[in-house]
């Protein structure tokens, strides 16, 4: 995910319907990756992490994607509720250490429509 | 577990003032970063302490500053403050080692005038 600042993407799901949320990621090295959601006035929040060893995990109604051929990440999130809506931030680590120095994408406004 | 404090929640500032901004992370955890988020620029990496030591360093000027504390406490300081510099400044924690995600607090946002 480059870390620019553009036009926020928005999507808008249907309550109880499944949504997608697509990044791309710049860094072919990266080998750690996160979702975050970030609700209005607060930080953050973490919501499932991949290793560039995998290519799919599991959590609870959300399923983490990850293509290292074309540098693509996604976020499925599974029978969508109110509490979903939020904006979401794909993120690629690129610290020497771990995982501190994070590079975060663009972000995507999912909106849920009761 | 407590979370990731950050203090104050909003400030206030006028330009060419300084400004400290403090973060105490989760209890066990000896890394914090700081970020910036502007609708400009979205989430902006700082700089991350890890053990009292500045272990990485993002693309901002030198009026940006950080240390911490043995207790892993943090603070953050800019100097000089400019109209640019108005942003949510988010602190996040780890357990400073491989694995594991960072876990942000909710942010001190500053407004310069």
């Known amino acids: 995910g480059e870390s620019v600042g553009l036009h926020l993407p928005t999507l808008s799901v249907q309550e109880g319907d499944n949504s997608i949320i697509n990044c791309a990621y710049s860094n072919s090295a990266s080998d750690y990756f996160i979702w975050y959601k970030q609700e209005s006035g607060k930080g953050p929040q973490f919501i499932i992490d991949i290793r560039s060893n995998m290519d799919k995990r599991q959590g609870q109604r959300v399923t983490v994607l990850l293509n290292k051929t074309v540098k693509h990440l996604s976020l499925q999130i599974a029978a969508t509720q109110p509490g979903d809506s939020a904006v979401y931030f794909c993120a690629e680590n690129n610290g020497n250490f771990g995982n501190e120095k994070l590079t975060f994408g663009t972000g995507t406004r999912l909106t849920i429509i009761p | 577990k407590a979370g990731v404090t950050q203090t104050p929640r909003y400030l206030i500032k006028t330009r060419g003032q300084q400004v400290t901004l403090s973060c105490s992370p989760i209890?066990?955890?000896?890394?914090v970063s700081w970020y910036q988020q502007t609708p400009g620029q979205g989430l902006q990496f700082l700089f991350e302490y890890f053990s009292e030591t500045q272990r990485n360093k993002g693309n901002f000027p030198g009026r940006f500053s950080g240390r911490q504390f043995s207790n892993s406490r943090s603070e953050m300081n800019v100097s000089t403050l400019e109209l640019g510099d108005s942003a949510l400044y988010l602190c996040?924690?780890?357990?400073?080692?491989?694995?594991?995600?960072?876990?942000f607090g909710n942010g001190t946002r500053l407004t310069v005038t």
């Open positions: 209890s066990g955890h000896r890394s």
């Open positions: 996040a924690s780890s357990p400073g080692t491989i694995g594991g995600p960072l876990h």
